[in-house]
């Protein structure tokens, strides 16, 4: 009897130090990630602080003359914080209305057929490679840019904000219609629809009309840049727009169709405050997405270190943060410890900076989106 009770604590001896090890091991693992983010920190600011020690930080976020490689150097970087400003809220402006719009679609208008075929060919486009589509905007899209820009820029708009005038159309007939007489309800729905549908279609008309009247001086511009991010931020936000919209649950759409809600008042009343704050996510990490991309913006954004006149004119070469550091660095690997090396790691300390709040707010909106579920 006493041996027996010895091996059974022996075998839970054995067994306890069995689940810490395992505890351990996967303590490790998980906290790999954080001490490799720590790391990453210290490296950047270790190499980014002797540039603000050496020249200054007025002349880096103040001045836009930018010319590290003269004998007098310069190195006023707000022109290329203004670049990605630029190129990265073009890049928004291209993924978040048709990338919820898209979502929308997905998880309720389009028959679930339909869906399974749509959503894997919108995630498709994740699995391009960056230097594709840079090689893409540099070869194609830029010569039929700078040479039929004004009839491309007209199709765009049109296909941008369309489907604003459909909703909104929708909405106005819907708005109308709930106020009017049970009789004529649907004739007032209808008349209000088409009459502000006419209206959105002769201002988008004028809109397009003005725009194919622009010309391009050159195809390689922040427009360039700008639509082809937009197009590879569009997986992140489909995706993710689409999951939050799919876990609002049949429940409140049900319960708002009961209480005589029509589709699009159910969309916008009900289904998308309901998942607001995983679209908040999916728009928060196509925007990181945007704003960390390389290949597409070193090929297709012109790569002028210059403010554009007017600053938000799309349709002038700008230059990146990103482009900037990885056009730079194979020169300045030469002069190590000087000016010129470090302030590439003041650029990425920047760049790290932004993405590490971005990345916090996204993690704070999909947390609230949890807590709202249960």
Request: glycine share 10%; proline share 4%.
């Amino acid at each position: 009897m006493h041996e027996q009770l010895l091996m059974t604590k022996g075998a839970r001896r054995r067994s306890r130090l069995a689940a810490l090890f395992g505890h351990s091991v996967l303590a490790a693992v998980a906290s790999s990630s954080i001490i490799a983010l720590l790391f990453i920190f210290y490296f950047i600011v270790k190499d980014a602080v002797p540039f603000f020690r050496f020249e200054g930080v007025r002349e880096f976020f103040g001045s836009v003359r930018w010319y590290p490689s003269r004998e007098e150097a310069e190195f006023g970087a707000l022109a290329i914080f203004i670049g990605s400003a630029l190129v990265t809220i073009g890049a928004s402006v291209v993924a978040v209305p048709l990338g919820v719009l898209a979502a929308l679609c997905l998880s309720d208008i389009l028959p679930f057929s339909v869906r399974q075929i749509v959503k894997p060919v919108i995630e498709m486009l994740a699995a391009i490679p960056s230097v594709v589509y840079g090689f893409f905007a540099l070869v194609v899209f830029a010569p039929l840019l700078q040479s039929h820009g004004g009839s491309l820029l007209a199709a765009g708009a049109i296909v941008v904000l369309l489907p604003f005038a459909l909703v909104g159309s929708a909405i106005a007939g819907n708005a109308a219609g709930a106020r009017a007489p049970e009789a004529s309800r649907r004739a007032v729905r209808v008349g209000a629809g088409l009459a502000v549908g006419a209206l959105f279609a002769a201002g988008l008309a004028a809109l397009a009309g003005a725009l194919g009247r622009l010309t391009v001086g050159s195809g390689t511009n922040a427009l360039n840049a700008s639509i082809i991010l937009g197009v590879m931020a569009l997986p992140t936000v489909v995706s993710v727009s689409e999951d939050a919209l799919v876990a609002v649950g049949r429940d409140l759409r049900e319960g708002s169709y009961a209480l005589g809600a029509t589709r699009v008042e159910t969309l916008l009343r009900v289904v998308v405050p309901a998942a607001k704050s995983g679209i908040l996510a999916a728009v928060i990490l196509g925007v990181m997405r945007a704003i960390g991309e390389t290949m597409v913006v070193w090929m297709a954004s012109g790569n002028a270190a210059k403010v554009p006149e007017p600053w938000f004119n799309l349709l002038e070469p700008v230059r990146t943060l990103t482009a900037t550091i990885a056009g730079d660095m194979g020169e300045a690997d030469h002069v190590y410890g000087s000016s010129r090396y470090h302030v590439l790691f003041a650029m990425a300390l920047c760049l790290l900076a932004v993405a590490f709040v971005m990345n916090l707010l996204s993690e704070l909106a999909v947390r609230r989106l949890r807590r709202g579920r249960t």
